[in-house]
């Protein structure tokens, strides 16, 4: 079975890894938009009954209504489907992504470079990064398993296909991406960046849209894990996209005070800590030249936001079970304040309606309504 792929460097799969991926990519797409629901049900008909009873008054808050979930068995069978397919997806993607590894690390290291690569073999992950597996990967972000490796690079950028039933974008990933330019587009239409900076860039997937649409600024990608970094640069050759990655970590930039005119950050704060995300609004802000634009783009809905505790306990189960701990802090954090706290000016927090491709990609995983709303929480502000 031919793949037509959306670069080069994603993992090719072979018809039996196929088949394999898809399967995985289908029992995830059923359980969510089939399976979830009921947990509403159950809620509504059983468990907030009788907890009615027990107490005299409704549940009133995600982790009374998660805890109380958690005993039914409906809950259990749909939290163990949720984790299987989570697991089933690594499995097969690196079962693929090992057969072809020497053949990836030759693709990553392209012989003429639009841009750069620049790892610090002495950076410390940070504990939040180190002590958990993200999203249940295998030695997740930034264990490298021999020389020049891209493996977790290659794992996440196919992984994500299958995760967001190419919904966040085709298999180019760039859902996200385009997502923030067309806000900064709406929000800052004078905003015309010579230096950008990507934090917690992963394999680019972000990255590259910001390069794209901003042509003539010279765009920085900086991340703490190595093998999703050299892997992000092969990615970006392979594109013909011109992006300078580093080896850095978000709260504590090696750029100079004042030198770059726009700094964004995707997906990114969920997955730092109570004590790091302050650092990273600081050193945004530090690295801002006077008018400069921060943007964070963030997991899709804030608590409050929510119809419902029981929706609110579907998101949780990332915090509890998919190793993403910092998740349900983040979906209750001031953002707003926190970027008032660092120093920015004109703060404001919104929703941005996800600007996706419609086309059906080339490697089988469709474009498909997803039950997630398609919209992004964005917290930008200025330094003045
Ligand atoms: C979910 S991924 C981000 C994906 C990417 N921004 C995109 O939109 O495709 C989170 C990334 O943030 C990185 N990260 C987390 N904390 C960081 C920090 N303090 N400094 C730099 N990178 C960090 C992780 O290594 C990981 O690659």
Redesign the pocket.
């Known amino acids: 079975m031919a793949e037509n792929l959306p670069h080069q460097m994603l993992p090719r799969a072979n018809h039996d890894e196929l088949a394999g991926q898809q399967f995985v990519q289908a029992m995830k797409m059923h359980v969510s938009s089939k399976i979830t629901v009921g947990n509403h049900k159950v809620y509504e008909h059983t468990a907030r009954q009788a907890f009615e009873k027990k107490h005299g008054r409704p549940p009133n808050t995600r982790h009374e209504v998660r805890r109380l979930m958690e005993q039914q068995p409906y809950h259990q069978m749909w939290g163990s489907l949720m984790r299987l397919g989570q697991e089933l997806m690594w499995d097969t993607v690196i079962e693929s992504v090992d057969r072809q590894l020497e053949d990836l690390i030759a693709r990553a290291t392209p012989k003429h470079r639009l841009g750069s690569l620049d790892l610090d073999p002495t950076l410390h992950q ?1 504990r939040y ?1 180190a002590a958990v597996d993200q999203h249940g990967q295998p030695g997740s ?1 930034y264990t490298d398993t021999c020389r020049d490796d891209v493996r977790a690079g290659a794992v996440l950028d196919r992984g994500a296909s299958i995760y967001h039933f190419g919904a966040a974008g085709g298999a180019g ?1 760039e859902g ?2 385009r997502t923030l330019v067309q806000f900064l587009w709406e929000k800052y239409p004078d905003l015309s960046p010579s230096a950008i900076l990507d ?5 680019g ?2 990255t590259l849209p910001l390069a794209r649409y901003f042509p003539d600024a010279e765009v920085h990608a ?4 190595a093998p ?1 970094l050299r892997y992000a640069h092969g990615r970006a050759e392979a594109l013909g996209v011109r992006v300078r990655y580093a080896q ?4 504590n930039l090696n750029f100079e005070d004042e030198s770059l005119d726009l700094v964004v ?4 704060l969920h ?2 800590s109570t004590k ?1 995300l302050p650092k ?1 609004m600081s050193e945004c802000y530090r690295v801002l030249r006077p008018g400069g634009v921060v943007a964070h783009l963030e997991v899709p809905v804030r608590y409050a936001d929510m119809p419902n505790l029981m929706e609110q306990v579907l998101r949780d189960w990332q915090t509890y079970y998919n190793d993403e701990p910092f998740w349900g802090r983040v979906c209750e954090t001031d953002m707003v304040a926190a970027l008032a706290q660092a120093g920015f000016a004109k703060v404001y927090e919104g929703y941005q309606k996800q600007t996706l491709d419609p086309r059906r990609d080339g490697e089988g995983f469709t474009t498909v309504p997803d039950s997630r709303p398609g919209r992004w929480y964005v917290a930008t502000g200025t330094k003045a």
């Open positions: 940070p990064l972000y990933m996200r991406g934090i917690g860039c992963s394999v997937a972000s900086i991340d703490t894990a999703l850095q970590n978000g709260e950050s995707l997906v990114v997955e730092t790091a990273i």
